[in-house]
T-cell receptor, first 114, second 114 residues
Framework: GENVEQHPSTLSVQEGDSAVIKCTYS??????FPWYKQELGKRPQLIID?????GEKKDQRIAVTLNKTAKHFSLHITETQPEDSAVYFC?????????????FGSGTQLTVLP | DTGVSQNPRHKITKRGQNVTFRCDPI?????LYWYRQTLGQGPEFLTY????????KSRLLSDRFSAERPKGSFSTLEIQRTEQGDSAMYLC????????????FGPGTRLTVT
């Protein structure tokens, strides 16, 4: 089955700096890669996703890049703000279409220092 | 609130007791997923329904666990003869059948087995 590894496990940045979180996946058939943000005691919320036919996607301060050859994908947050502090999870989804279960990484605790 | 809802939000039970959790997905979503999340880890897939059909189960879902979605709307997850290792957050998610693969998560049910 799919295996997703995520690094780093913790990340502290100064407000206004950029943050980068990296994930690798094992199954070359995986074709959907979402990123979820989970604040303490709250539900995971999708912040951005990318499909395997796209190399990069941006949404305001957030961007995701995908390298299918290397089986890497990364989350980039620019101009970080204290409210970006949370745990971020990457995930991968593998066909067939009937399942679409997500395999999650172990999470990155991001702390933005004011 | 038109999002995914779960009840109860918290459950404390003694080892050996049975517990049942409920998930109400977003109304037009016919796909429903159950995940388990332990402290410091990403959600782990347990099982998946498309309408009332349970199409996939993880190896994590031992024979003490059973899930149902009798009318293709709400779902229940029952754990029989609970063990301390069952203590976790149980998350439910739902999604549309095709097109967007985005899974919307509920707030979870936190189970503590004493």
């Amino acid at each position: 089955g799919e295996n997703v590894e995520q690094h780093p496990s913790t990340l502290s940045v100064q407000e206004g700096d950029s943050a980068v979180i990296k994930c690798t996946y094992s199954d070359s058939a995986s074709n959907y890669f979402p990123w979820y943000k989970q604040e303490l005691g709250k539900r995971p919320q999708l912040i951005i996703d990318i499909r395997s036919n796209v190399g990069e996607k941006k949404d305001q301060r957030i961007a995701v890049t995908l390298n299918k050859t290397a089986k890497h994908f990364s989350l980039h947050i620019t101009e970080t703000q204290p409210e970006d502090s949370a745990v971020y999870f990457c995930a991968a989804s593998t066909p067939p279409d009937s399942a679409r279960q997500l395999t999650f990484g172990s999470g990155t605790q991001l702390t933005v220092l004011p | 609130d038109t999002g995914v809802s779960q009840n109860p939000r918290h459950k404390i039970t003694k080892r050996g007791q049975n517990v049942t959790f409920r998930c109400d997905p977003i109304s037009e979503h016919n796909r429903l997923y159950w995940y388990r999340q332990t402290l410091g880890q990403g959600p782990e897939f347990l099982t998946y329904f498309q309408n009332e059909a349970q199409l996939e189960k993880s190896r994590l879902l031992s024979d003490r666990f059973s899930a149902e979605r009798p009318k293709g709307s709400f779902s229940t997850l029952e754990i029989q003869r609970t063990e301390q290792g069952d203590s976790a957050m149980y998350l439910c998610a739902s999604s549309l059948p095709s097109g967007s693969q985005e899974q919307y998560f509920g707030p979870g049910t936190r189970l503590t087995v004493t």
